[in-house]
C-alpha cells in the first residue's frame, strides 16, 4: 500500500513558517522608511536602489548557476533582494551605478557565496559591502546630499537624475552637507566643542523625521524605528540584540557627556544619529552572522553598541556601526559556544542537578 | 494553585474540533483480533496458547516475562487462529510474534477473579500484583508497565501523585473524551494508586483548553479533600513527565533522574482508569480509547477498540478515507510513529490513528539553516537544536551528545518551528539510536573482557595450584626418598 510513508520521523504538522516568508517580513518592514527616502531624495536615489538590488540579484543568479544550484526556486526566498536592500540603505543616496554594482560584488559574491551561500557565511554581507566600498572609495562614499524631495522646488527632473547615476555626477560641494555624526567629528577635530557644534544640527525632531543629510536608509530613523518594531511584534526578531545594543550606546553616551560634555555627544543624540536603528533592528539582528541563543545575542548586542560608541568618538570614521557588526559577526562563534541555555535538569556546566534535601 | 513557568515550547494548530464533541464510541468487533506479544516497554510477553485453542474473553493469552514486561489478555471469546509473525505497527514495517483470534460472535467472559473487596485496605503488593496481572501500561503513549510505576514508593518518599491529563498532542481527545465521560472511574482509579504508592496528595493537570474536563474532573474529585484539579497553560509539550511536574511543583528533574526521586509519580488518565477496573472489577486491560481524526478521514472519532483490532477495520468504521493521505499516525502529530501501511492492530499505546493530509502535514524541501535560533528559544529542553544537527549532519555523535542530544526527548517542537524545514528530530533520533548502539556495545565489550579477565585469572590460578601441588608432591617425594635414604625400613615399608 502507497499511502502511507515512513521516511520521517514525527513532527506530521508544521507551523506555517518558511525563509521566504521570514525574508518577505523584513522586506515589508523596511518598504515605509525606503518609500519615505524615495520621496526626499528622489530619482537619483531610486535608481541607485533599484541597481543595486538588481545587481544583487543577477549575482546571486549567476553564482547560483555556477555552481549548478536551483536558480528560480533559490532566488525566491528573498535573500538577495534582503541583502540589496540592506545594502542600498546603507549607501549615500546619489551614489552613482557603479558603487550599487561592485557593492553587490563584494556582498553576494565574495562574502556570502564563497563562504557557501546562504547560512554559511561569517559576515554581514550587506555590511561588507559597505565597509569594502567605504575604504576603497571614501569621496563618494561620504557624499551626504541634503535632502532634494521629488516633486518639489528641490526636486531633480528624471533626465538630470539619469546623469548623476549614470554620468557626470553632481557637485559635491554645493549639494551635499555633513551628516549629524560626521559634522560633529569635524567640528572637534577643528577644536570646537561638541556642545557648541550640536547647536547647529538640525533638531531632534528632523533627525528623527529624517529630514536631513545621511546614508539612503538611516535617515528616517521613525519609519525605521516603526518597521524595527513590526519585526518585533511578528517574533521575527526578539528585543534582546536591539535592547542590548541601543542601551549600550545610549549609557555610554550618557555617562561620557556627563563627565564631559564638551567631549562626548550625548545618549540621545547617538540613539538618534546615524545608522542606529536600521543598524540595532535590521543589521545586528541578522540571523546567519549573529548567535542563536537569547544570552549570546546580549553579549553580542552590547558588544556592537560598545564598538559603535568607541568607532563614533575615538577612531577616524564618523560612523562605526557596520565596523562594529562585522567585529562582532567574527565573535559570533565563540559566543555561540560560550552562551548555550541551561538544559532541562541540568547545571550551566551540564551536571546533572542535585535532588533537593539531597547531597 | 500556583502554576510555574515552564521553558520554551510551542502553540501548534490544535485542531481538537474535529472530534473533542463526539462521544466515546464501542467498536464492533472485528472478523480477527491481531495481538503482537510486545505492546509495551520491556520484554515481550511468552504466549501460553496455541493455534486451534478456544479462549474466553479476558483470558491470559500471554504471560508477562521478567522484571518489565506485560500480560496481554483475549479481548473477546473465540479461536485463536495462529501465533505467528505478523507486521507490527512500527514505522520499520517489521513483523512480530503476534496472536490472532478469530472471535465467535458471543464476547464470553472467562471465570474472573474477584475483584479486591476494599482496595483502601489491601496492600500496596497486592494492588499491583492485581495490576500486572491485568496486563495494564501507560496508556499515554509511553506503554511503561504500570506495576512497575506503582512499586517507586517502596524506592522513594512520595508525595504526590500526578494525573495526566494536559493531553498537549493536536488532534488528539481521547483522553479530553474518558475525563468527560468516566470521570469518577478516572478519581478512584486515582485514588487506588495513590494508595498503592503511599502518596497523601492527588493532583490533576488538565490543559486549559478543556473546560469541560476540568469541571467533569472538578466535580468528580469534589468529595476527596487530597484532590486537586488543576488547570495548566496551553503549551506543548506540557503532557511531558518533567515538563508536566515541574508546572505543577516547581520543581525541576534532575538530568537522568525520575520524577519519583523529587516524590511525583507522573501516571496517564486512561491508565487510572484501567487501574479502577483491574481493581474493582477484576478486568484486564481489553480495549482502549482511541482518537481516529485527519483532515483524510470521513468521520473522526473516539472509539473504544479491542486491542488487536486493524488499523483498516477502524478507517472503515469512521466511514474510510474521503482522500490519500500523505501520512498515517500512530498517536499525535507531534510525537506519533508513521505506519507502514493500515494493515497494523491498534495496541496498547496507540492513542490516535490519524489519516492527515498533505496540507496538514505542510511537508516541504529542506532549505539551508538560516540560524535563525527559533529552535534554541522554544527547545523544551533548553538545549541548542542547531549546533546538535551540525554535528550528526558530519557524523561527529560524540559532539552531539556532549550537547546534550540524550537529553532530548523528541518532542518536536524544534522541527515544527523550523523555517527552513529542516528535520531536525529526524536527526536527533538517528543520534540517539546510533549512540544507545554503541552504548551497548561498550557495556557487551566491558561485560566480555570483565568475563575474559576473569577467566583468565581463574584459569592462571589453576594452573599455579597445579604448579604449587606439583611442586608440594615433587617435594614431599624429595623428602620421603630422603627419609627412605635415612632410614631402609621405612622404605622397605612403602
Redesign the interface.
Known amino acids: 500500500?502507497t499511502?502511507?510513508?515512513?521516511d520521517?520521523?514525527?513532527?506530521?504538522?508544521?507551523?506555517?513558517?518558511?525563509?521566504q516568508?521570514?525574508m518577505t517580513t523584513v522586506i515589508l518592514a523596511l518598504v515605509p522608511a525606503t518609500l519615505f527616502d524615495a520621496w526626499l531624495f528622489g530619482w537619483p536615489a531610486i535608481f541607485m536602489f533599484l541597481i543595486t538590488v538588481g545587481s544583487c540579484v543577477v549575482a546571486e543568479a549567476l553564482c547560483l548557476q555556477a555552481q549548478d544550484k536551483p536558480v528560480g526556486e533559490t532566488l525566491a526566498?528573498g535573500?538577495a533582494i534582503l541583502t540589496g536592500w540592506l545594502l542600498a540603505m546603507s549607501l549615500p543616496p546619489w551614489a552613482p551605478w557603479w558603487i550599487g554594482v561592485i557593492g553587490s560584488v563584494f556582498a553576494i559574491v565574495l562574502a556570502k557565496h564563497l563562504f557557501g551561500?546562504?547560512?554559511?557565511n561569517v559576515f554581514n554581507p550587506a555590511m561588507v559591502a559597505r565597509v569594502a566600498l567605504l575604504v576603497s572609495f571614501p569621496v563618494k562614499m561620504t557624499a551626504w546630499v541634503t535632502p532634494h524631495p521629488l516633486l518639489s522646488d528641490k526636486g531633480l527632473s528624471f533626465v538630470d537624475s539619469l546623469g548623476i547615476t549614470f554620468g557626470h555626477g553632481f557637485n559635491i560641494d554645493t549639494m551635499t552637507a555633513a551628516s549629524a555624526l560626521g559634522y560633529v567629528k569635524t567640528e572637534l577635530s577643528r577644536g570646537v566643542p561638541v556642545t557648541e557644534s550640536v547647536q547647529h544640527l538640525p533638531d531632534l525632531m528632523d533627525m528623527a523625521l529624517g529630514l536631513h543629510a545621511g546614508s539612503f536608509g538611516e535617515t528616517s530613523a521613525i519609519l525605521i524605528l516603526a518597521g524595527g518594531l513590526v519585526l518585533l511584534a511578528r517574533r521575527i526578531i526578539?528585543w534582546h540584540t536591539p535592547v542590548a545594543l541601543m542601551g549600550t550606546l545610549f549609557v555610554m553616551g550618557t555617562v561620557f557627556h556627563l563627565v564631559n560634555p564638551a567631549r562626548f555627544a550625548d545618549g540621545t543624540f547617538h540613539l538618534m544619529s546615524g545608522a542606529t536603528f536600521l543598524g540595532a533592528f535590521f543589521i545586528a539582528t541578522d540571523?546567519?552572522t549573529?548567535?542563536?541563543?537569547?544570552q549570546g545575542?546580549i553579549v553580542y548586542g552590547i558588544g556592537c553598541g560598545l564598538l559603535a560608541w568607541i568607532i563614533r568618538t575615538f577612531a577616524g570614521y564618523p560612523e562605526g556601526m557596520a565596523f562594529a557588526v562585522l567585529l562582532m559577526n567574527a565573535l559570533t562563534p565563540i559566543i555561540?559556544h560560550n552562551c548555550?541555555?541551561?538544559?532541562?535538569?541540568?547545571t550551566r556546566k551540564?551536571e546533572?542537578?542535585?535532588?533537593?534535601g539531597e547531597k | 494553585m500556583k502554576i510555574f513557568p515552564v521553558?520554551g515550547g510551542?502553540h501548534?494548530?490544535y485542531r481538537k474540533d474535529l472530534t473533542c464533541e463526539k462521544a466515546i464510541v464501542p467498536m464492533p468487533m472485528p472478523q480477527k483480533l491481531y495481538l503482537p506479544l510486545q505492546q509495551h516497554i520491556g520484554a515481550p510477553a511468552d504466549p501460553v496458547v496455541g493455534a486451534g485453542d478456544l479462549v474466553k474473553k479476558g483470558q491470559l493469552l500471554a504471560r508477562a516475562q521478567g522484571a518489565v514486561s506485560a500480560s496481554t489478555h483475549a479481548p473477546t471469546s473465540g479461536r485463536i487462529a495462529e501465533v505467528a509473525l505478523i507486521t507490527a505497527p512500527h514505522?520499520?514495517?517489521l513483523p512480530q510474534l503476534t496472536i490472532v483470534i478469530e472471535p465467535d460472535g458471543k464476547d464470553e467472559w472467562a471465570e474472573l477473579p474477584a475483584p479486591v473487596a476494599d482496595p483502601f485496605a489491601a496492600s500496596s503488593q497486592e494492588i499491583r500484583e492485581r495490576v500486572a496481572a491485568a496486563g495494564i501500561v501507560g496508556l499515554g503513549g509511553a506503554t511503561f508497565p504500570s506495576a512497575v510505576k506503582l512499586n517507586l514508593g517502596s524506592q522513594n518518599k512520595l508525595e504526590t501523585l500526578l494525573i495526566n491529563g494536559a493531553e498537549c498532542e493536536?488532534y488528539l481527545t481521547c483522553d479530553d473524551r474518558v475525563m468527560r465521560e468516566y470521570s469518577a472511574e478516572v478519581i478512584d482509579g486515582a485514588r487506588i494508586m495513590a494508595h498503592a504508592l503511599g502518596t497523601p496528595k492527588i493532583v490533576v493537570g488538565i490543559e486549559e483548553n478543556k473546560p469541560q474536563a476540568i469541571a467533569a474532573m472538578t466535580q468528580a474529585a469534589s468529595a476527596f479533600s487530597n484532590i486537586t484539579v488543576v488547570g495548566v497553560p496551553v503549551q506543548y509539550p506540557m503532557g511531558s513527565e518533567?515538563h508536566l511536574t515541574q508546572a505543577i511543583t516547581g520543581?525541576?528533574?534532575?538530568?537522568?533522574?525520575l520524577t519519583a526521586?523529587?516524590g511525583v509519580v507522573v501516571h496517564n488518565v486512561g491508565t487510572a482508569r484501567a487501574v479502577h477496573h483491574a481493581i474493582r472489577y477484576s478486568r484486564p486491560l481489553l480495549s482502549r480509547v482511541v482518537t481516529v481524526s485527519g483532515g483524510a478521514i470521513t468521520e473522526g472519532k473516539n472509539i473504544d477498540v479491542p486491542l488487536g483490532t486493524l488499523v483498516s477495520d477502524l478507517v472503515a468504521f469512521c466511514g474510510g478515507?474521503k482522500e490519500?493521505?500523505?501520512?498515517?499516525?500512530n498517536?499525535g502529530?507531534?510525537?506519533?510513529?508513521?505506519?507502514?501501511?493500515?494493515?497494523v492492530p491498534v495496541v496498547k499505546g496507540t492513542s490516535g490513528i490519524?489519516a492527515?493530509t498533505a496540507d496538514?502535514?505542510?511537508?516541504?524541501d529542506t532549505?539551508?539553516?538560516?540560524?535563525?535560533?527559533?529552535c534554541?528559544?522554544i527547545?523544551?529542553?533548553?538545549?541548542?537544536p542547531?549546533?546538535m544537527a551540525a554535528f550528526i549532519r558530519k557524523d561527529n555523535l560524540d559532539g552531539a551528545a556532549k550537547?546534550?542530544v540524550m537529553?532530548c526527548f523528541?518532542c518536536?517542537s524544534c522541527?515544527?518551528?523550523?523555517?527552513?524545514?529542516i528535520?531536525l528530530?529526524?536527526f536527533f533520533?538517528y543520534a540517539k539510536g546510533r549512540l544507545n548502539d554503541a552504548d551497548r556495545e561498550r557495556r557487551k565489550l566491558e561485560r566480555i573482557k570483565m568475563l575474559a579477565e576473569t577467566r583468565n585469572t581463574r584459569v592462571e590460578q589453576q594452573a599455579q595450584a597445579k604448579k604449587a601441588a606439583a611442586a608440594a608432591a615433587a617435594a614431599a617425594r624429595k623428602a620421603a626418598a630422603a627419609a627412605a635414604s635415612e632410614n631402609p625400613e621405612n622404605k622397605a615399608s612403602v
Not at chain 2, 520543581?251 to 533522574?257: D, F, G, Q, V
Open positions: 500500500m499511502l502511507a510513508y515512513t520521517k520521523s514525527a513532527p506530521f504538522t508544521h507551523a506555517p513558517t518558511s525563509v516568508k521570514t526566498d535573500s551561500g546562504l547560512g554559511q526578539s540571523y546567519v549573529s548567535p542563536v541563543s537569547k545575542q555561540d548555550r541555555p541551561r538544559a532541562f535538569g541540568r551540564g546533572p542537578l542535585e535532588v533537593k | 521553558r510551542i501548534p494548530d514505522p520499520s514495517g493536536p518533567r520543581l525541576e528533574t534532575p538530568a537522568k533522574k526521586e523529587l478515507l490519500p493521505p500523505r501520512r498515517i499516525v498517536g502529530p507531534m510525537m506519533g510513529q508513521p505506519l507502514p501501511s493500515l494493515e490519524l492527515l496538514e502535514v505542510n511537508e516541504r532549505k539551508p539553516c538560516i540560524r535563525c535560533g527559533g534554541v528559544t527547545c523544551p529542553c533548553g538545549l541548542v542547531v549546533e550537547l546534550g537529553d523528541s518536536g522541527s515544527y518551528v523550523c523555517p527552513s524545514h528535520p528530530v529526524h533520533n
